[in-house]
C-alpha cells in the first residue's frame, strides 16, 4: 500500500516513521519545495524514544504539485489554523478515498461536515513528538492513537491494515472531545509556563492548575468524566514527560498556536450551553498577551 501525509511538522514525520516501521510506503506532501527535496536527497531520519538513531527511504513532494488520488489513503497532519487551505483538494479527491485528520482541537470536525459523502476519518494521536530538523524527527514518548469514521462507512481495510495499533471508536465526537481535554489541560498550561510536560507532575502549582481545568471543563461538559479522568490525563504527561508540547514549540518558535481550535471552540460550546469557562478563558487571554506582544497572530 501507498499512503500520503500532507505536511512535514512533527506528527506528519512522526507518522512517516510508524508506517515505515510496519511496511508501508510513505510519500509525504511538504509545504515547500525545499523540505521535499531534503527528504528526497537525506530521507526521513528519526531519534526513538530508546535514543537510537534511524534513518528510511521516503517519497517527498510539494503538495502543490500531487494528486491525492494516487495514493490508498492520505493523513492530513497540517495545524487546524491550515484546513481552510486545503478545502479544494478535498473537494476534488475521490468520495472512495479515506482522508485521514489528526488536528488538535475540534476545529476538523465541522470541516468534515462540509463533505459528506467523502470518506473521512479522524485520529488522535498521544504520543510527543518534535521536529529537529526538515528532515529529522524525535519521538519523546508514546501513548494511545484513536481512530473513528466521520460518516457510516467506517474504518476502511486499508486503513485497518496498515499494523498501526489503534483503538477504533464508534463516535467521533467524543473521542475528539476526550483529546481537547487532554490538549486544554496538557498544552496550554504547559505553553504559558514553559515547561515540558513532565513537569506538569512535579510542579504543585502546575498540577493545580491543571486539575482546575479538567475539573472546569468536566462542570460544563458531564460526559468527559465518563470519557477520561484526571489521572489518565496525569498518566499522558508521565508518558511523555520529557516532551514539549506542540502549543510551546510553537509559543518558542514565534508561530501562531492552535489555541483557538483547542480552547475558543470549548469556550463557544461552553456559551450554547449558558455556561463560562473562566479558568480556561483567562489562560487563553494570558497566552494571547503574549503572543500579541512578539507580533505574532491568533488566528482566530
Given amino acids: 500500500m501507498r499512503f ?10 512522526l507518522l512517516a516513521y510508524i508506517l515505515k516501521e510496519n511496511g508501508t510506503n510513505v510519500e509525504i506532501m511538504t509545504r515547500t519545495a525545499q523540505q521535499a527535496k531534503v527528504l ?21 513532494i510539494p503538495l502543490e504539485n500531487a494528486d491525492w488520488n494516487v495514493y490508498d489513503g492520505v ?27 489528526t488536528q488538535n482541537g475540534l476545529s476538523h470536525f465541522t470541516f468534515a461536515q462540509q463533505f459528506p459523502d467523502h470518506f473521512l476519518i479522524a485520529m488522535t494521536i498521544e504520543h510527543g513528538a518534535i521536529r529537529k530538523s526538515l ?6 514518548g508514546e501513548g494511545s492513537i484513536r481512530i473513528a469514521s466521520f460518516t457510516k462507512k467506517g474504518i476502511p481495510d486499508s486503513v485497518k491494515q496498515l499494523g498501526i495499533s489503534f483503538q477504533e471508536e464508534k463516535n467521533p465526537w467524543e473521542m475528539l472531545l476526550r483529546k481537547v481535554t487532554l490538549n486544554a489541560c496538557i498544552n496550554l498550561v504547559t505553553a504559558l509556563l514553559k515547561m515540558p510536560n ?41 508518558k511523555t514527560s520529557r516532551n514539549t508540547s506542540s502549543m510551546l514549540q ?51
Fill in 4 to 13: 500520503g501525509i500532507i505536511g512535514g511538522g512533527s506528527i506528519g514525520l
Fill in 40 to 60: 528526497r536527497k537525506e530521507g526521513l531520519h528519526v531519534v526513538s524514544i530508546e535514543g537510537e538513531k534511524k534513518s528510511y527511504d521516503v517519497g517527498a
Fill in 75 to 101: 493523513f492530513i497532519t497540517v495545524k487546524s489554523y491550515d484546513l481552510s487551505q486545503l478545502s479544494s483538494y478535498v473537494a476534488k479527491a475521490s468520495k472512495k478515498l479515506p482522508i485521514i485528520f
Fill in 135 to 140: 528532515h529529522t524527527v524525535e519521538h519523546k
Fill in 198 to 238: 513532565g513537569a506538569l507532575l512535579e510542579n504543585a502549582s502546575a498540577n493545580r492548575l491543571m486539575k482546575q481545568l479538567y475539573e472546569e471543563l468536566e462542570a460544563v461538559f458531564p460526559e468527559i468524566k465518563r470519557l477520561l479522568t484526571f489521572t489518565e490525563v496525569e498518566a499522558l504527561c508521565e
Fill in 250 to 300: 510553537d509559543v518558542m518558535a514565534n508561530r501562531p498556536t492552535e489555541v483557538d481550535a483547542i480552547a475558543g471552540e470549548l469556550v463557544r460550546l461552553a456559551k450554547e450551553k449558558g455556561k463560562s469557562l473562566p479558568t480556561l478563558q483567562t489562560l487563553v487571554l494570558l497566552l494571547e498577551a503574549e503572543q500579541m506582544e512578539k507580533g505574532v497572530t491568533t488566528n482566530d
